[in-house]
């Protein structure tokens, strides 16, 4: 063999092996990454082959399914109700899923490596492979009821409800919506022009409000700042606090007054700190922040949950913040949720979890049950806590203060209609927004019956005004709707 020749038999061998040894990388190492391409034209062909797995409530609803359609695919995605879910579900397209079509894309599919004996069984057997199942924990009357409601009040808003209990999301609604079924088309050009109409609408319809926007907290905050008061010993809900009209801030002339400027109790000075929860004295709990301190309110908020930045649902919770501030005029104001105080309303409803369930806070969770086409199941939700929030004594004192914001005649929550005939502990929120030009945001968090509760409930409307007229109803229809579906079962 001349010299010419050897080098190309080895140049031959070189690029031989480097080939076996790419091919060997590719099927050991980056099928499943190459699988999941958008642009893997065989993945996204042999996707719409096969039957995707349906997604139910809890309650046995089905609310996204694949039907039989004639041509070259053979399943397209259908969502019942869509707006009404779509903060739920997400969709799943050509393009790409978002929500629960995202997060449990691989079992709906039936792609998860704990269906692939299920599916090679299907394959030996002749069976068409089918993916997972999915029930959620919601609840249809009470999503359906929050729905209404919000469509109802026309303001951007959301809403999220909750047992206490157990973490189990009942409800989870955002308006305005949207209709996921324009994404389940074939037709790429039609999607991208429905894709682009609603990412550039001003309202923005896409974001799920419920657990991805963020709003001040108002005076539901009061919450945390009266429990981080009771966990100093020194105060709890009889004690006599300092009620000024207004409250002279340190290192400002501006000074902090009550709604309207209003005098807090009698207007003696001095109020019982339960009387000044449930009429909402700003300079009451501005005052008992400042003494407090930034430090100690943070460090309770996050015992609620506030700065989390690795919350899922399985869906990804943006965190609600509640900063470190230095300056003692703005503490004040952070102690009645203004200034940088920022929560979603999955927060609101936590803070009402915990403190119904003797404040222990559950992780909030929405997928129940997974299973697959034999109806064995895949997967089965656990409980589990997120925080021991406060203790029980504590979380008793705050319930109780929370009781007479509906029960007493001064409380701000007293005169919402239908209220009165149910057991229900809450705290209204009216937040400074000059987002809004001026329109306050009305927030409302509650929990329901009052000795052992079922449902926590949080609510916030965009430019609502006050929390009792505008998000409070909305979170009485949410808790008489579940009520009244469990009084049937």
Known sequence: MNRALRRISLASLIMFVALLINVNYLQGFQSNSLASEPSNSRAFAQKYQYQRGSITTADGVTIAASKPVSGVYKYQRHYTDGPVYAPVTGYDSIFGSTGIEAAE????????????????????????????????????????????????????????????????????????????NVYTTFNGTQLGNADKALRENQSQPLLNRAINATYHPGSTFKIVTSATAFGTGRYNPNSSVYAPNQLSLPQTTQKLINDSGEACGNGSGHVPLIDAFAQSCNTVFGAIGEHLGSAALKAQAEKFGFNDSHLTIPLPVSPSAFPLINEADFTAYSAIGQFDDQVTPLQEAMLSAAIGDGGKLMKPYLVQTVKASDLTTVQQATPTVLSQAVSPSIAGQVKSMMAQVVQSPIGTAHGIPGILSMSVAAKTGTAQSTINFGLDDAVFTAF?????PNIAVGVVIKGGGYGAAAAGPIAVQVIKAYQAYLGRT
């Open 448 to 452: 329901s019956p009052v000795a052992n």
């Open 105 to 180: 894309d691989k079992l709906l599919s039936g792609t998860d490596p704990t269906l692939t004996v299920r599916n090679l069984i299907d394959l030996l057997t002749g069976k068409q492979q089918e993916g997972a199942s999915v029930q959620l924990t919601i609840n249809s009357k009470a999503q359906q009821a929050a729905w209404n409601a919000l469509r109802a009040m026309g303001k951007q808003g959301a809403v999220v409800a909750m047992n206490p209990q157990t973490g189990a999301i009942l409800a989870m609604a955002s308006y305005p919506s949207y209709n996921p």
